[in-house]
């Protein structure tokens, strides 16, 4: 098994402060709003009450896939925190603006938050096992990845694998073997010293 802690240490990123966070379709919707108005995303996720990422000083962050799985999307540096009552004037703006809910202004905080570049050639490409604690969209753990594609994904896995929407996730998991077999990826950075560790 090859776990995103794994690939973070490959890619020379230290995961001791990374928390893994896995966004839901709430508010808005996450991977076109990523690839769509990146702005809009990083206000979204900007929002959050205090300590929420607790001690972290990245985060590394997914959409959600297709059932208990999650699509990578980039990692985020934690440069600071602002407690509700701190929240400059302009903060009911950047809501409006972006058309998030107005009550944030009263209850959030908000992240400073710079996108790191070390990973974002695995963006929308690495899919990762988020389990069935779906619910629990911050965490500290590992996960084990499923799959690097060649491409960034677009398309819910099931539709590229060919498979109807409420396949399992065994089924899942035997369908995407069976595409690296015939796609043989490899991470582009790094086959050359990790090629053992690849099917």
């Known amino acids: 098994m090859i776990s995103i802690r794994k690939i973070f240490e490959m ?22 709003t ?7 995303f990083e206000a979204y996720q900007s929002f959050q009450p205090s300590n929420k990422y607790g001690n972290a000083t990245r985060i590394a962050v997914f959409s ?10 980039g990692l985020w540096d ?16 950047v809501l409006e603006k972006h058309k998030l809910p107005q009550n944030w202004i009263n209850e959030l ?9 070390l990973l974002q050639d ?29 491409e960034a994904r677009h398309e819910k896995v099931t539709e590229l694998l060919g498979l109807e929407e409420e396949a399992g996730k065994d089924e899942v998991k035997e369908a995407m073997s069976e595409w ?3 796609n043989h990826w490899l991470f582009p950075k ?4 990790f090629r053992f560790m690849f099917p």
């Open 190 to 193: 790094i086959k050359q010293k």
């Open 34 to 40: 990523f690839e769509n108005n990146l702005e809009r």
């Open 78 to 93: 934690i440069t600071g925190f602002t407690e509700n009552s701190n929240l400059p004037k302009n903060s009911i703006d």
């Open 122 to 150: 695995l963006s929308r490409r690495l899919v990762i096992e988020w389990g069935a604690g779906t619910l629990a969209w911050i965490q500290s753990g590992d996960k084990e990845v499923l799959e690097i594609a060649k």
């Open 180 to 182: 690296r077999e015939e």
């Open 64 to 73: 959600s896939y297709h059932k208990t799985t999650a699509l990578f999307l």
């Open 109 to 117: 905080g908000r992240y400073m938050l710079k996108m790191n570049p």
């Open 11 to 32: 890619y020379g990123v230290n995961s001791e402060g990374i928390k893994l966070v896995r966004h839901t379709n709430k508010e808005i919707t996450i991977l076109e």
